[in-house]
């Protein structure tokens, strides 16, 4: 039965069989992952495999809530600095502060903002405690890894080997349908006399576990960093370098307050979960993927 059949009338003359309204209907379907929340997921436990064999241990990151002090004053941050802006982070409006900050650990990172210390001269402006309070959605993992890290400054000495994989939050361009969010993958080595060279290398080895090992690094800066460098990896599919994270040393700004000792150095990097999935699962848009607006 046809629009024409009705238009031309001539639905008259057609022969049709008796409904059968005991047929059964389509199976019903179970619920399923989204293909590509089951891509990111894959990938996910890839890289949780990778950082395991590595001897890392899997950072505790279920608080998407963190405080500004802990997710920039702790990591040197300054206050002035353009990201810890209301248009670059979300802060929360209840509960808008923390109250649960270790007192003496406090004191020691607003000193180094101002006056430096540890051979730096610090920032030199009027460190105010109300912004390090005020809570925030995470902007990156490494809120986390302070913590970890001044939660090991309080014991005597042993060295770790980190990882978190996690959602993070930028208030970015978003749209109403689109929230500014990713996963951010962070891995840390924690020991006395570490240098670049071990960060050359903890980066080869990582990255090629992920078939990508011809990487070249390029300078760059982090305001917990020094010296910064993103990675870049030479993707045979697409002819090209492709960027594939940021890495540095935590600046000693950062580590002797927190109490480590002085020979203590920690090499970290970073990179999202979002782009390894678009890539290996050659999805070409990331909103499919998640959502997200920004360009990762
Ligand atoms: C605002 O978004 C930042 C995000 C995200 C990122 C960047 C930096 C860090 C970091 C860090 C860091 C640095 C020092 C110390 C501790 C952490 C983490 C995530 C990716 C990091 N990037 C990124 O993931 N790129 C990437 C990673 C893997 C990959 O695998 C494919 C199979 C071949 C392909 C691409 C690089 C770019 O995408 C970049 O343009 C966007 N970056």
Known sequence: LTRENLQRGDWKELEFKEYNFTAKGLPI??????????????????????????????????????????NFDALFQPQQHPARDSHDTFFLQAPSTTNELPEDYVERVKCVHESGGYGSRGYGYDWKRAEADKNLLRTHTTAVSSRMLYALAQKPFVPKKYFSIDRVFRNEAVDRTHLAEFHQIEGL?????????????????????????????????????EPSMEIFSYHEGF??????????????????????????????????????????????????????????
């Open 29 to 70: 379907d179970g619920g399923h992952l989204h293909p590509l929340l089951k891509a990111r997921i894959k990938v996910r436990q890839q890289l949780k495999d990778i950082f395991r064999q590595m001897g890392f241990e899997e950072m505790p990151t279920n608080n998407f809530v963190e405080s500004s002090f802990w």
């Open 189 to 225: 080595v924690c020991d006395r006399g570490l240098t670049l060279g071990d960060l050359l290398g903890v980066l080869h080895d990582f990255f090629s576990r992920l078939g990508m090992s011809k990487l070249k690094f390029k300078p760059a800066y982090n305001p917990y960093t």
């Open 239 to 296: 002819k090209k370098w492709v960027e594939v994270g940021n890495s540095g040393m935590f600046r000693p700004e950062m580590l002797l307050p927190m109490g480590l000792p002085e020979d203590v150095r920690v090499i970290a990097w970073g990179l999202s979960l979002e782009r390894p999935t678009m890539i290996l699962y050659g999805i070409d848009n990331i909103r499919d993927l998640f959502g997200s607006k920004i360009d990762l």
